[in-house]
């Protein structure tokens, strides 16, 4: 019983410890939107907001929802497990549950905000149950070589003559002029228009099909690995594990972060490709290890609580995020879309 409220503790924990870092990633697309998060030059930043923005992009963004995606894996096989136990229909309560996902992220979406992870969990879950009865081993090749597959895709260059390899910059920069406009200052009604009509991309339709194949790959080994280690009962035995952790997190920290700053601050550099794709995963992992690592040593610490409390209720957290952030920023409510600053943005969220 002691093991398993351990367990418990560190997996809510991690599922808040996610949320938070969630928040602070998302604090730039609730304010400058999610084509204008990434082209900041459009908004014209001092170069202290410009080296806080960098910094977010380094230890923030794309780190903390592989975190979330590993947890959901971790949760799905705790689930299966617990229904096994009970006599229950795994599959089919699992794809109830998927199918709510599905859509509540539809719903939100649409309605509230475009940067929705949960219909694609949803429709992730459906792709996992192919892989729910599948031993550890199988599990960890599997995330080990998409892994490694989706990191090689980083080194193909780009081919600056083929028009849909790249974003006009033309359109992008209209259409995030625009999402300024009618963002900061516009209705309800009118955000929700042009969030459903408006194309930043103009991609030909076999570009979007090549996309939607690839990216549930780029999500699929942690949620792999998250299954590979329910399977394997990790974070319960944490204070005989505590070295192991350690070392972990001393290889997949730097690693990660190497990766992710190069790709930052050296992005035409030959690899930069491999620090976009992966780094965040390999942080990710990182971050996990370190996080499990710390309270290992001291379970007395204030902060696991906190983290448990929101990772207890992680839905309702992660839709509360948007419905309080989008009130802030967009028109309808105190219209701050693109007005208060990467580094204040970061302050709020905290």
Known sequence: ??????????????????????????????????????????YALP??????????????EGSFMPIFTFMFGFGMIKM??????????????????FLMLIGLGLLHSYFLWEGDILAFYGMMGFFLLLFMNRKPKTLLIWGIILLCLISLMGLVPDDPNDPASITDPVRMEAYVVKTMTVYGTGTYEEIVHHRSSEDPLGLPEYMIFTLLLITPLMSAPMFLFGMYAAKCRWFEKTEEE???YLRNMLIFLPAGLLLKALHV?????????????????ILAIGYIFAFVWFFSRSTESKWLPRFQAVGKLSLTNYLLQTVI????????????????????????AN
Do not use: H
């Open 80 to 97: 299966q497990q617990s229904l096994a136990a009970k006599g229950l229909r795994q599959k089919r309560y699992l794809a109830r549950r």
């Open 47 to 60: 170069d202290y907001e410009m080296t806080v923005y960098k910094l977010v992009k380094i230890f923030v």
């Open 265 to 281: 601050y050296l992005p035409e550099s030959w690899w930069s490709g491999i620090g976009e794709i992966s780094g965040g995963t």
């Open 242 to 244: 505590r070295t192991s």
């Open 325 to 348: 952030c989008t009130t802030i920023f967009y028109g309808y409510g105190l219209g701050w879309f693109g007005q208060i600053g990467v580094l204040a943005g970061c302050g709020l």
């Open 1 to 42: 019983m002691e093991l398993k409220q351990n367990r418990v503790r560190i997996i809510n924990g991690l599922r808040g410890f996610s949320l938070v870092g969630i928040l602070l990633a998302n604090m730039l697309i609730f304010q400058y939107g999610i084509w204008g998060s990434q082209e900041m030059d459009l």
